[in-house]
Structure formats: structure tokens, C-alpha cells
């Protein structure tokens, strides 16, 4: 365990769960579905048992470095990497693993984001305690697939090898297809969702980068000198200067012929939309998800999220969002919900505090 360590991504704005994930207080940082933990507590908690608390790393916004001291009271800021600037996903990852990597070069690694919700916690250890013996010693990028329950066109697809191992080899990924495409690779039975959990030992990662982001990988190498000093957050913000943007999935995933994936089914949802929080959610007898101080007639298949001290009385509504947080209330089909964020951008023409 002590060469076990875990990486959560904590810097996205999450825009597609407006009006209640803004710019300045994120859905990581919400208690989503009302446990009384935030989606980043709950992420933590996750890996207990799975590595040492001091071997959680969380990379985020500098924004936010306040919000996680709160909500994470026992990290150290060693264990909080602050981005200047959002970069997507393989900066993100390598700013973390070239740190870990400067203290324990046989650093064994999982990175995980902070907003996904994992219903059956005991399984997704055991998965991720699977994906880790295989990485320990192999030149192995893992990735978790999630056995799909339905032909989503909001996720990632990964096609693997069929055969009777537990970490089966990539054959491809396909980035959210269209609705026909989706059914015929439920229908072929060996594709599965990313889950966007990754698993690799911290050798094979950088050996990776080198491979197909040598730029990336040159800077981050050359801040072996400055990690875990004060010097660090001078040489992060140069380094983020001259780093480009792109997500770990198009700049190594994609690319690299050394790909598997262990094959999942712990009650898995990335918690993207409003639509993926009512399918995980608890319903009543009319198929709602409630929230609030409500008065509901003749209403069905909807998400209600509204403050509690406000009496909101609804009435006719089939299939509907509405969700009203600091200042901004949404009332949209639940069916059209790729329209938030085209909501987002108006809204911020009007006023950046709506967003």
C-alpha cells in the first residue's frame, strides 16, 4: 500500500449541471444526492483502504484551494497541486505523476475525478485492487470499462479484445457516438463506457508521455528540482505557460498500443447532466426526484432541486428539470438538456455572476 496512491482530478467547472455547479463553487464541491458529503469527500473516502491517506493527491483550480482545506481537512498542501491555468486532463495527470514520481519512483497510481458517483463501493475496490496487481510491475496503461446498460450517446466507448483474461487488451476508443452507432456496439457485446479511471504504475506512464507528448513530459521532467519545495508554485505557473491543452484520453489513450481495460460493474455515473442525476436517483411514486419545499399536481419524470426555505408549487409537468440555485432558476425538458450549455453562454453575456 505504501506505493499505492491515488490522483483526483478536482479542477472542472461543470457546466452541463448549471445552475447549481458555477464557476466559483463547482458540483465536486455540492452534496449532490443529500448523504451529507460532498461528491470530492465522497471520491476520497472512496480509497480508504486502497492506499494511505498521505498518498491522496488532489489537483485543482488555485480558485479552489480554500473550498478543498475545508472540505479535505487532512491533506497538506503537498497534496494539493494547484493549476494556474485549466489545461485538460494530461497536464492535469502529469503535473501530478512527475511529483509522486520525484519522491517514490515506484509509485503505483490511480486517477480518478471527483464527481462521479460509485454506488457499490466494495466492488469498485476490488476492481481498482485488480487493475493495480496488474500495473505493479507491467508496462501497462489501464483504463476502467463500464459494462453499459443502455446506448448512451453522452459516454466515451472502448473496444477490447474478447478473451477469458480480467485485463483485456484495447482494441479502440469511439468519443460519444451517434444513437445508431451506440446500439450496434451494445449489440456486438465488446465495447463498454470509459469510466475515465485510470490504473499504470508511474514508470510506464512517463515512459508513455515520452513517447507521444514529448513536450509535456520535458516540462514536467525538468521540475524535479522544485517538487515538494517552495520554489514549486513558481516553477508550476512557468511551466503551465508553455503547455498546451489536451484530455489524457486523445493525447496518450488513444495512441498508445500498451492500452487494457478491466471490464466493470459497480453502479457507475460520471454525474455529467441533470438526466444522470435523476437515473441514479431515488424516485417517488410519480418517477420525480425531489428536492425542496413542494407542492406537486399532475406532475411525472421529473428533477426538482429547489431551495428549501421556498414553498415552489408545480403543476403539469411531464419530464422536466427545474433547479434553482443562488439567483438562477432553470426550467428546462429533460429530454433537451444538451441546451444548458448554450443557457451558460447567454447567461454569462448577461451578467458573469450567473455563471
Known sequence: MQNTFVIIMAGGVGT???????TDFPK???????????LLQQTVERFDGVCPPENIYIVSSQEYKNIIKEQIPMLSDD?????????????????????????????????????????????????????????????????LGIQPTRP?????????IPDKLTVKKVKSFTEKPHLELAVQFLDSGDFVWNAGIFVWNVQAFKRALRAY??????IFESGDNYYY???EESFIHKAYSHCGSISIDNGIMEKADNVHVVLSSFGWSDLGTWKSLYEVS????????????????????????????????????????????????????KDE???????????????????
Open 282 to 333: 431515488k424516485k417517488d411514486e410519480f418517477k420525480n426526484v425531489t428536492e425542496g419545499t413542494l407542492i406537486l399536481h399532475n406532475t411525472t419524470n421529473c428533477i426538482i432541486k429547489t431551495p428549501q426555505e421556498k414553498l415552489v408549487v408545480i403543476d403539469g409537468l411531464e419530464g422536466f428539470i427545474v433547479a434553482e440555485y443562488d439567483g438562477v432558476l432553470l426550467i428546462c425538458k
Open 16 to 22: 452541463r449541471f448549471w445552475p447549481f455547479s458555477r
Open 229 to 231: 519545495k517552495e520554489t
Open 79 to 143: 497534496q494539493i497541486l494547484l493549476e494556474p491555468h485549466r489545461r485538460n486532463t494530461a497536464p492535469c495527470i502529469a503535473y501530478a505523476c512527475y511529483k509522486i514520481a520525484s519522491k517514490n519512483p515506484d509509485a503505483n497510481i490511480v486517477v480518478a475525478p471527483a464527481d462521479h458517483i460509485i454506488l457499490k463501493e466494495e466492488i469498485f475496490k476490488d476492481t481498482i485492487k485488480i487493475a493495480l496487481g496488474a500495473t505493479r510491475n507491467e508496462d501497462v496503461l489501464i483504463t
Open 152 to 160: 448512451d450517446t453522452g459516454y466515451g466507448y472502448i473496444q477490447y
Open 28 to 38: 465536486q464541491f455540492h452534496d449532490v444526492l443529500g448523504t451529507g458529503k460532498t
Open 337 to 355: 438538456e444538451q441546451k444548458v450549455k448554450e443557457f451558460v453562454a447567454q447567461a454569462k453575456e448577461l451578467h458573469t455572476k450567473y455563471v
Open 213 to 218: 507528448q514529448p513536450d509535456i513530459a520535458e
